[in-house]
């Protein structure tokens, strides 16, 4: 299946996505987009991050070409191999999941899955998240609307 190890490797990438700062700099809150050539396969990272620290808070990866979508929200952990549900929400679209929470270059809760009508619509208008019925936090759509644009294009639903 033609590019299914680079896929594979995309997808460890996308969850050493640090949760951390944000190459060394200040980002301004929001997505951001970062586009990557990966020998000839084309990684988009489409990451939320915090004013001031650089945190990522929130990342949504693939690679041009290929529906597999990575949903990724950090947490402040500790890892566990108990499933935490996982909601994103707003104004009755949801799109949740299940998944337990990793260790491996800050903690967080994750899945694959493809922009499917409702992760598309939350992406495009913003949306909540929730861990266990817990507030998370927000994730607007008012910066970022070009980079979401392109992942979207960039990685069809199939």
Aim: hydrophobic share 40%; proline share 5%; glycine share 14%.
């Amino acid at each position: 299946m033609k590019g299914s190890f680079s896929r594979l490797s995309f997808v460890v990438a996308v969850m050493a996505l640090p949760g951390g700062a944000a190459m060394g700099q200040e980002v301004p809150e929001g997505w951001h987009l970062q586009e990557e050539d990966m020998g000839g396969y084309i990684d988009l990272n489409l990451a939320w991050y915090e004013p001031g620290s650089g945190d990522v808070k929130a990342a949504i990866s693939c690679q041009k070409g290929y529906a597999d979508v990575v949903v990724t929200i950090y947490v402040d952990g500790p890892a566990s191999d108990t499933p935490v549900a996982v909601a994103l929400e707003k104004d009755g679209t949801r799109f949740a999941f299940e998944s337990p929470v990793s260790d491996y270059n800050g903690y967080s809760v994750g899945t694959i899955t493809s922009f499917g009508p409702e992760l598309t619509a939350l992406l495009q208008g913003g949306f909540a998240v929730s861990l266990d019925g817990v507030a998370h936090g927000d994730f607007g759509a008012k910066s970022g609307k070009e980079e979401i644009d392109r992942i979207l294009e960039a990685c069809p639903a199939g």
